[in-house]
């Protein structure tokens, strides 16, 4: 049964006068891909939080200004009507499964890349009450065995290996609770917070993402004037990832995109390359 806290139901009511906006198929197709997989990672358990309820609306309010094209409308009206009391019934819940489900069948994207969206939705679903209890985990270790193609895919060999660990004795304690929490939270968000900035002279940078405080130029500009240089791929001798703080549309995993994903890979090798978001370098003491 899905069931909310009384106390905590909030009324969604979603309204909106945007005028229509269309984005290329394979970011819908991705933003899809990623609905399916959050739906299924709050429903894992059979139980939905107001806190995984409110997950959904967040994937609204980030995809709001394609609400009426033609290839989202009908999943976004469906799940507009059924956030409006605040109580996501069981039969809500399956109808919206069905029809998302619908969507996530595309050339756009290879099966791997496809699924690897997925995952990430499924991920982000069950993390959104911050907590992880012993049938989500079951539950998501049971899809991964299911798509065991993905082997060999960062970051799914960590998660499976992790899982498999962890419920050996069927028991999800605080401390592999808390194991799982790191291992999701560096899938979902893998740049790294430096609260006091780097320090840029002398560092290899690479830069990666679309950004808010100018072109990629300036960006390698600012970096040139605080003695730093500026690579254009991943190697060992990179020193710092920079993340765009607008992302880009092109990341195949919707936060990041291949050079992430090989910054991640060199970590784990224990490489020396910090992924850093770009605000970072702005606070970076000359």
């Known amino acids: 049964m899905y069931s909310v806290d009384d106390t905590d139901i909030k009324l969604y009511r979603y309204e909106s006068n945007i005028p229509v906006h269309s984005a290329k198929p394979s970011t819908l197709q991705k ?16 139980v939905i ?33 059924v956030l409006e009391d605040g109580i996501l019934l069981p039969d ?28 990430m939705g499924i991920v982000k679903g069950i993390v959104s ?11 998501l270790y049971k899809w991964m065995q299911a798509h065991d193609n993905l082997k060999g895919n960062y970051p799914f ?62 960006v390698e500009k600012h970096i040139a004037n605080c003695g730093g240089i500026c690579i254009s791929s991943i190697t060992r001798e990179v020193d710092y990832l920079i993340v765009g703080g607008q992302g880009s549309e092109a990341w195949i ?7 992430v994903k090989k910054a991640l890979q060199m970590q784990e090798k224990g490489h020396r390359v910090q992924i850093v978001g770009e605000d970072v370098i702005y606070e970076t003491e000359e």
């Not at 995993?253 to 050079?259: A, D, Q, R, V």
Request: glycine share 8%; aromatic share 10%.
């Open 157 to 218: 060999d960590k998660i499976f290996d992790v899982l498999t660990q962890v419920l050996e004795d069927g028991i999800l304690d605080q401390k592999e609770e808390k194991i799982l929490f790191t291992i999701f939270d560096q899938f979902l968000n893998p740049s790294q917070s430096c609260e006091c900035g780097i320090h840029l002279s002398g560092k290899i940078c690479c830069l990666t993402g679309d950004f808010s405080r100018g072109t990629k130029a300036d």
């Open 31 to 46: 933003s899809m891909n990623l609905l399916y997989g959050i739906l299924w990672g709050i429903g894992c358990d059979k």
């Open 253 to 259: 995993y919707g936060n990041y995109g291949t050079k």
């Open 49 to 81: 939080t107001p806190k995984e309820h409110a997950a959904l609306f967040d994937w609204m309010e980030e995809n709001k200004e394609y609400q009426r094209d033609v290839n989202f409308r009908d999943g976004f009206q469906l799940l507009s009507n």
């Open 129 to 139: 009450d911050t907590r992880i209890n012993a049938k989500e985990a079951a539950a």
């Open 92 to 119: 809500e819940y399956e109808s919206l499964l069905r029809l998302i489900g619908q969507h996530i069948s595309s050339g756009h994207y290879s099966d791997t890349t496809q699924a690897m969206q997925i995952l």
